[in-house]
């Protein structure tokens, strides 16, 4: 399902100053944890690896097994994190599960200075937030095929306790309640078989923000 909607864009003079260093349009993803969004991500980047740009956000919450520091996230300590903040030197944040995530404006600016497309995956507050600025953006929201199968997938990962995998799941139901807004996304992929959802995932970019190819 696809949805082109009108967007009303804020007067924040901060996100006014990094539009005007911007280079091409931002790509801003989100969706509940366990849609796919990430393995969309990774084979983009695997198949164009010169032509599209991952923002790396910043997070408080602690590394999972595998995750490397300024790849996956910038991993701080929650009174920088917050002090960067106050400053002004971030593009969008959120708090999700009791630990700070966002987007500086610099990751931003490290992107299209070298001529990619710059990709931000963000939570639904994190799209508010960048909606709030007059930053040239396209929405883009991954959506799990049901409910039932963002559960299982969650549970397959194994790094959940019952506690926490609750919690994500009643973030998740906000989530699509929110996509299911006509005013919220530009376009909305669901992630049920991943080959030909990955092929709608590039359809979407080389129409909207500039040809992969």
């Known amino acids: 399902m696809q949805r082109i909607v009108s967007k009303v864009i804020g007067s924040n003079t901060r996100g006014f100053a990094l539009h005007m260093m911007l280079n091409s349009k931002l790509l801003v993803i989100s969706g509940p944890s366990g849609s796919g969004k990430s393995t969309l991500l990774k084979k983009l980047f695997k198949e164009y690896p010169n032509k599209c740009g ?10 999972r097994p595998g995750e490397v520091d300024g790849k996956d996230y910038y991993f701080f300590k929650r009174d920088v994190m917050e ?32 001529g990619k497309i710059c990709i931000l995956d963000v939570d639904r507050q994190g799209v508010l937030n960048v909606k709030s600025t007059n930053i040239n953006s396209f929405f883009l929201f991954v959506k ?60 979407v970019i080389n129409r909207e923000i500039c040809p992969l190819e």
């Open 54 to 63: 991952f923002s790396v956000s910043h997070t408080t919450r602690n590394p």
């Open 83 to 114: 002090k960067a903040i106050a400053n002004g030197e971030f593009l969008e944040h959120a708090e999700y599960s009791r630990n700070l995530y966002g987007t500086s404006k610099k990751a931003v600016k490290d992107v299209t200075d070298q």
């Open 144 to 203: 799990p095929p049901s409910m039932d199968e963002l559960e299982e997938r969650l549970r397959n990962r194994g790094t959940e306790t019952e506690e926490s995998l609750q919690r994500r799941l009643n973030i998740a139901r906000f989530d699509m309640e929110y996509a299911d807004k006509p005013d919220s996304y530009d376009c909305i992929v669901v992630n049920d078989v991943l080959e030909e959802s990955y092929i709608k995932f590039k359809e």
